[in-house]
């Protein structure tokens, strides 16, 4: 229903990744699998979770007498140590082993840092043959057949920075988080509880809002978005301003906004 209203198209999901088994975080997946179905897929889809979450979407799919249109891919994972379980050719996702009443692990997806860039101009100025264009995106001087040294720092640009992105929920304040997420652009963490609320959230393995904040700020993310948020809180704007009193690049996140990394 969220994917419908947010007007992104079913097809283009092909990876989806599952923090813990407690059903705010997967009881809706077997719908979606068998709206893919049912929509006519036929790309595989790559499913990410621990490994009874298979068992859990066997089960449904055997007692329903369904038979998947498409491929169904299922990469189990440990949530004791973290690990890369995808490897892609622009992004990696490793696992970000959280504290939580039942195994539970965070994401984190990384972006694979990019070659130097050679300037244009260069190019259209030097007649550089083309076995040396990997060599100059790696970072070689260039010299041509005459013996002129082209510095590569005047031939090329800094590529874009990596970016990456951490997804933290859902997790008591756990500190061994913070090395895993180091610098990350943009960090969503629980945010369940507000401080006057701290020994529910201890109790439940959840977090407030201003230790959402202090990972954060710990972790030296660049951006925060807190949600997860109880139901008790009828208005959320007081959990932001906890948060932001500890680190003020906070945002409340809403069922489809975008963030621009
Ligand atoms: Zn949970
Ligand atoms: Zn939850």
Avoid: W
């Avoid at 068998?34 to 897929?41: A, E, I, P, S, Y």
């Avoid at 449904?60 to 189990?76: D, G």
């Amino acid at each position: 229903m969220q994917l419908r209203k947010s007007g992104y198209r079913f097809q283009k999901v092909s990876h989806i990744f599952i923090s813990h088994l407690h059903g705010d975080h997967y009881f809706g997946l077997i719908g979606l699998l068998n709206t893919l179905h049912l929509l006519g897929r036929s790309q595989p889809l790559y499913l990410y979770g621990i490994q009874p979450l298979i068992q859990l979407i066997n089960i449904q799919l055997e007692l329903s007498r369904t038979t998947l249109a498409y491929p169904l891919v299922f990469h189990p994972f440990e949530t004791e140590k973290t690990s890369i379980i995808l490897d892609d050719v622009e992004i990696t996702v490793a696992t970000i082993p959280l504290n939580h009443r039942v195994p539970t692990c965070g994401f984190l997806i990384r972006e694979k840092a990019e070659k130097r860039k050679i300037l244009k101009d260069f190019l259209r100025n030097v007649k550089v043959p083309f076995e040396f264009f990997e060599k100059i995106k790696d970072g070689e001087d260039y010299t041509d057949s005459e013996g002129k040294v082209y510095p590569n720092h005047l031939i090329t640009n800094d590529p874009p920075l990596a970016r990456s992105y951490a997804y933290c929920t859902d997790t008591a304040y756990h500190e061994p988080v913070i090395p895993l997420i180091k610098n990350c652009d943009l960090l969503y963490h629980e945010a369940t509880f507000m401080e006057d609320k701290a020994k529910d959230a201890h109790a439940k393995f959840h977090s407030t809002a201003r230790e959402a904040a202090t990972i954060a700020l710990k972790a030296g993310a660049k951006k925060l978005v807190i949600g997860h948020f109880s139901a008790r809180y009828k208005e959320v704007d007081s959990l932001l301003e906890e948060a932001r009193q500890v680190f003020p690049n906070t945002v409340l996140g809403q069922d489809g906004m975008t963030i621009q990394v």
